[in-house]
C-alpha cells in the first residue's frame, strides 16, 4: 500500500523540494497552501502523515495540529512540524500541541526523508 503524505507549507522552493523527494520515494504526496486546506486535506485525502509548516496563513501550524488531535478521524496520523524556529521552547510548543516530530529549517532533505520512513515504518 501506498503512503500518503500531505506537505503543508507555503513557501514554493520548500513545496517543490519535499513533494519531489517524496514522489522519489514513491509516496502518494498532496499539498496544502495554507491551515485551513491542510485541515480540508486531512480530511479528504487521509493522509498518513502531515509535514506541517508553523507560520502559514489562515491557521497556525500549532493550531491545525491541535485539530488534528481533537478528531478522532484524524488522531492517528503522523505530524511533522517543520519551523524556523528552532528554540528549546519552540521544540517543546510543537511537541505539547501533539506532533510527533519537529525539524528546523534549513533541513537536510535525506535526514527529512529518514525521519519520515521512521514516523510511516518505512525503514531507512
Known sequence: MTKKVLIAEDEPNIVASL???LRQAHYEVCVAHDGEEALRLVESFSPHLVLLDVMMPRMSGFDVCRCIRGSPASRGVKVMMLSAKGRD?????????????????????QALLARVRELLGDGA
Do not use: I, R
Not at 95 to 105: F, H
Open 89 to 109: 521552547s519552540d521544540v517543546d510548543d510543537g511537541l505539547a500541541v501533539g506532533a510527533d516530530a519537529y525539524v528546523t529549517k534549513p533541513f537536510s532533505t
Open 19 to 21: 513533494e519531489f523527494l
